[in-house]
């Protein structure tokens, strides 16, 4: 499947999820056949760990972004755990606590950053501050608009430092989202 076709947002290039079919995109493998191509990617990326890690000049930072019950979870498990964990982690965002509210939004956040030789996940990440208040209008805009800025600078000061930044947003229909907190609840 040519992802990078199908899936890739460019830079300024405008989308709306709301109207963005949650559905894969013309031929989408099956269960068996996502399943195997994913089992010989997992080989592949154990090799290229180990490479950064002997190399110890670059970084990878994965941003996974979704809605409640979007699966950034599964990617997780299923794609980074079985990845060696001395230079594998996950850092996890939740709401900041009273010391990280305390500081600009960026500082817990540049605290997780990947060192050299690392691939950190970010289980949502800086986008949250701009996301929920956009979304719930907690702030005016101007300070939105200041906090993109922030962001852009963020990531460039990442990126000339050899991190290269990988974003997703993995993107669910809402009936899909019922469904699985439905099975959550099954599950409890």
């Known amino acids: 499947m040519d992802f990078d076709k199908k899936y890739l947002v460019k830079p300024n290039q405008k989308i709306k999820l709301t109207s963005d079919d949650a559905e894969p995109k013309g031929e989408a493998p099956n269960k068996e056949a996502a399943l195997a191509q994913t089992a010989q990617n997992l080989e592949k990326l154990k090799v290229l760990q ?3 890690w002997a ?3 670059q970084s990878v930072l994965v941003v996974l972004q979704a809605i409640d019950g979007g699966g950034k979870d599964g990617v997780i498990e299923n794609i980074f755990g079985p990845l060696n964990s001395a230079g594998c982690r996950i850092a996890s965002f939740k709401v ?3 010391i990280e509210a305390d500081h600009d939004f960026l500082w817990r956040v540049h605290a997780q ?3 050299k030789g690392e691939i950190v996940v970010f289980n949502r990440s800086h986008y949250e501050q701009v996301l929920v208040v956009r979304v719930h209008g907690f702030e005016p805009e101007e300070i939105n608009k200041t906090r993109y800025e922030q962001i852009n600078e963020f990531e460039r000061l990442l990126t000339s430092n050899n991190t290269h930044i990988l974003k997703f947003f993995l993107h669910i229909s809402k009936d899909e989202q019922l469904e699985r ?3 959550r609840l099954e599950d409890e």
């Open 50 to 52: 180990e490479a950064l």
């Open 55 to 57: 190399e110890h000049k």
């Open 181 to 183: 907190f439905g099975a």
């Open 96 to 98: 900041p606590t009273p």
């Open 113 to 115: 950053a990947p060192a």
